[in-house]
């Protein structure tokens, strides 16, 4: 086991796989000079696009840079022995269908499903030999409302209405996330076909509106309203509108009391497992297990999947159409389209030759909000964190709480608030928000006999630091040991069960995963870079202003998060465009 201690972080950027792990993501198949589609970056979208692709006919290959596959869902061996998913960390929101039509189970993937699924413990003092409070929410309702009842029996009552309001909008929404959104261009200038293709992608506007019927108002208020403002009208204990307002803005540079807030909880609790709505889980072997599960459902069809081959440019034919893409090794690959799983900006800013893209939109893609607040922190410890709230079981087996999204500075909107405004003031949060997660918990796959891998998913800290400083190693490590007192709090001897730690800041995750400003989402989720206008308006179909160019990624429609509708959604574009060409 390596030496204890937070020094022992890795260089960022190295590559932490042994060699057989790199060899088993190398080149499956001979490199051709041509096909007919090449996807550029096998992050979980590309790869689900491919599989699509291959599995209806279309000759495909997949070109990523780094050398393992996955892009954010990938699991990494950062310090020795221990696995980590190294940005991804969590599975819900992967779509049904990708499930079933790429066969993901019968290609090694198993999921842990997790009930309970939140706690939320209390820092409370002058107790005595009283156990600190803590909210744990889970499956059972009658629990949640039993737990609930603690700060407020009258928010336990008005819990399962809550429950069933939510669940009623994600219902109407999910129909939106499997379809591309509707072609407001092609209804003034696309031939007639064109024009009837757009009218049926109206459906599930239409389905949405009759599923919420009359309270569609109340729903809209949640799409546009701050968070808060929806809580409050809920509820009155503070503890659980925190914990409920994590999910409105997690990965999102916004705070609970900024207007649009909801619609990010929403997209959160969209999910589902093992046919369980809203149920979230780990995947066993980390995230990376379901990047390596996609790949070998789409190689088993024939796609070719290549490490270690960046692409440097789309290449265009005179005639103004895509044409295949250069690698950094001087090669070039011709293909009848190319799909892009990078983000927006990494597509049309240094990807595309810029001459063959109109100038308003090149403007509009360099505008594109990509503000994050995310620093993740994985961590290795030598033993199971021992919360006041809820104090370990003899001999160090997890409890139900280990299991769980542990929510830590989580006990008020207000803190929730104030740790935004430090990051909106330049500064990583004094006290940050803390999304603490072991899925060794449930997977001890991840971490030798009696360790584990804990993955700390903080915010909010700014890309850019006030006052001229950079995210240096210095200032990585402040945040971090900063990160770790707040969590010593909770649970006393967590420091000291350190064994080692990967620091994440917005830069790192942009230079390592190809997030623009350490996005997870490629550019935020905000009402005016959704739907219609993802990632930009009248281009929100896949479609590019190159013909022959798609994206495929979270920054197309519905966005992000390990979804996978992005890739299937544009595969079906894709492959109708094909027919027709």
Not at 381 to 394: K, Q, S
Not at 428 to 455: F, K, N, Q, Y
Request: net charge neutral; proline share 7%.
């Amino acid at each position: 086991m390596a030496a204890r201690g937070p020094g022992l972080s890795r260089a960022l950027g190295a590559s932490p796989w042994p060699a057989w792990r790199q060899a088993h993501w190398g080149a499956k198949g001979r490199l051709k000079p041509e096909y007919d589609a090449v996807v550029i970056g096998a992050g979980h979208n590309g790869l689900v696009a491919a599989a699509y692709l291959q599995r209806l006919g279309v000759d495909t290959a997949v070109f990523e840079r780094r050398p393992v596959i996955g892009g954010a869902a990938v699991t990494e061996e950062i310090i020795p022995g221990f696995k980590f998913s190294r940005a991804s960390y969590l599975l819900s929101l992967l779509r049904p269908q990708i499930y079933a039509d790429l066969e993901l189970k019968k290609h090694g993937l198993k999921v842990h499903l997790r009930d309970p699924y939140s706690f939320t413990p209390m820092l409370e003092e002058g107790l005595g030999s009283k156990v600190p409070r803590s909210l744990l929410l889970g499956m059972d309702m009658a629990e949640n409302q039993k737990q609930i009842a603690q700060f407020s029996r009258k928010d336990a009552q008005a819990f399962p209405k809550y429950e069933a309001f939510m669940n009623r909008l994600a219902l109407a929404i999910e129909p939106l996330l499997d379809a591309a959104p509707v072609d407001t261009e092609a209804f003034h200038r696309g031939s007639l076909l064109q024009r009837l293709q757009a009218l049926s992608t109206l459906k599930p506007l239409l389905q949405a509106g009759r599923v919420l019927g009359a309270q569609l108002p109340q729903y809209y208020q949640v799409l546009t309203a701050p968070i808060t403002k929806v809580l409050d009208q809920w509820f009155e204990s503070e503890p659980l509108k925190a914990t409920l307002a994590t999910d409105a803005v997690i990965g999102a540079m916004t705070s609970p009391h900024t207007p649009g807030s909801g619609y990010v909880l929403l997209h959160h609790v969209m999910g589902g497992l093992e046919g369980v709505q809203g149920a979230w889980g780990y995947v066993q072997g980390g995230m990376g297990a379901l990047s390596e599960a996609i790949m070998s459902s789409a190689t088993a069809h024939g796609a070719n999947v290549f490490t270690e081959k960046t692409v440097v440019k789309v290449l265009v034919s005179n005639e103004g159409r895509a044409q295949g893409v250069a690698l950094q090794d001087g090669s070039e690959v011709r293909s009848r389209v190319v799909l892009s799983n990078a983000s927006p900006q990494a597509t049309f800013l240094k990807l595309m030759p810029q001459e063959w893209l109109p100038k308003e939109f090149v403007e509009r893609i360099s505008q594109l909000d990509t503000k994050s607040p995310v620093t993740k922190i994985n961590v290795a410890v030598d033993r199971l964190p021992d919360f006041l709230a809820a104090p370990n079981a003899p001999g160090g087996q997890p409890r139900p709480h280990h299991q769980c999204s542990i929510h830590l500075n989580c006990e008020d909107t207000l803190l929730l608030h104030q740790a935004f405004q430090d990051a909106v003031d330049g500064l990583p949060s004094h006290r940050p928000m803390i999304e603490l997660c072991i899925p060794s918990a449930l997977d001890p796959t991840l971490a030798p006999p009696g360790c584990h891998v804990i993955s700390l998913f903080t915010q909010y800290t700014p890309y850019t630091l006030a006052g001229g400083k950079v995210w240096d190693e210095q200032e990585r490590s402040a945040y971090a040991d900063r990160v770790f007192d707040c969590i010593e709090a909770y649970a006393p001897g967590f420091k000291s069960s350190v064994v080692g730690r990967d620091i994440l800041t917005p830069p790192d995750l942009e230079r390592i995963f190809g997030l623009p400003g350490g996005n997870i989402f490629h550019c935020a989720m905000t009402l005016d870079q959704l739907y219609f206008a993802r990632p930009a308006p009248l281009h929100a179909s896949y479609r590019c202003p190159l013909r022959g160019l798609y994206l495929c990624g979270s920054g197309a429609h519905p966005g992000g998060g390990v979804m996978g509708a992005a890739g299937r959604n544009a595969a079906h574009v894709v492959f109708r465009d094909l027919k027709s060409m």
